[in-house]
């Protein structure tokens, strides 16, 4: 996991699996850029192989925070694969979901 800044936006680019056993280091990440007044959020999800309820879990308490911050967050997923499983559980209607990093830096 990385984060960057791209002008006043804050990209979290992540790789590999969000599980159980990794989630704690992401969200650890995300309350310090939220605590820094970093609540203009992109989660760069294109590189995660997998994703668990966890994951979830904690995508969907990063928006909450974010969002208590006045902050706003969009996801980039391009895989059909993890865009499924925002369909499956309508998360798609809570996300804002772009499927590059460009769209979600111009949206």
Partial sequence: MTAE???ARTVVHVAGE???SSA???RERVA???AEQRTDLVIDLTEVT???STGLGLLVGTLKRVR?????LVLVVDSERLLKVFRITGLVQVFTIRDTLAA???S
Avoid: C, E, N, S
């Fill in 68 to 72: 208590t911050a006045g902050g706003r």
């Fill in 5 to 7: 800044d791209v002008g």
């Fill in 104 to 106: 979600a830096l111009a």
């Fill in 32 to 34: 310090a850029l939220v």
């Fill in 50 to 52: 997998f994703m668990d």
């Fill in 18 to 20: 969000i599980d159980v």
């Fill in 24 to 26: 704690d280091r992401l």
